[in-house]
């Protein structure tokens, strides 16, 4: 095991943390700023580059924080052989949020 890794893990989460603020605030008002609007206004919305961009961080840099935090509740409660079972799973989950995410903004953005 890294010697630091605690601190960067703690860093990391730190940091998805604060960038997801201003993200989830500008995906609040976005969205805000939708409602009553038909499913095409939203989807033009979301297919705007800098908005499709946004909304892919907003996904990959929240899987990345649930990661964490699922590690770090993993590593403090479970114990045995599911430990690794559930770190296994943890990844898998994260990478399948980042993919989906990938994909619905590809859908939105270009074959939309």
Not at 7 to 22: D, E, G, K
Not at 39 to 49: G, L, Q, T, V
Not at 81 to 104: P, Q, R
């Amino acid at each position: 095991m890294a010697q630091h890794k605690g601190t960067s893990t703690f860093i990391l989460q730190r940091a998805t943390a604060a960038l997801m603020i201003p993200l989830v605030l500008w995906f609040l008002i976005g969205m805000v700023s939708h409602l009553g609007a038909d499913f095409e206004a939203a989807r033009s919305w979301a297919a705007h580059p800098l908005n499709a961009i946004l909304l892919a961080l907003l996904f990959v840099i929240g899987a990345i924080h649930m990661r964490i935090g699922m590690a770090e509740i993993i590593a403090d409660y479970i114990h045995g052989g599911l430990k690794g079972v559930l770190s296994a799973l943890n990844w898998i989950v994260a990478l399948a949020v980042i993919a989906g995410a990938a994909w619905a903004v590809y859908t939105i953005s270009f074959a939309g």
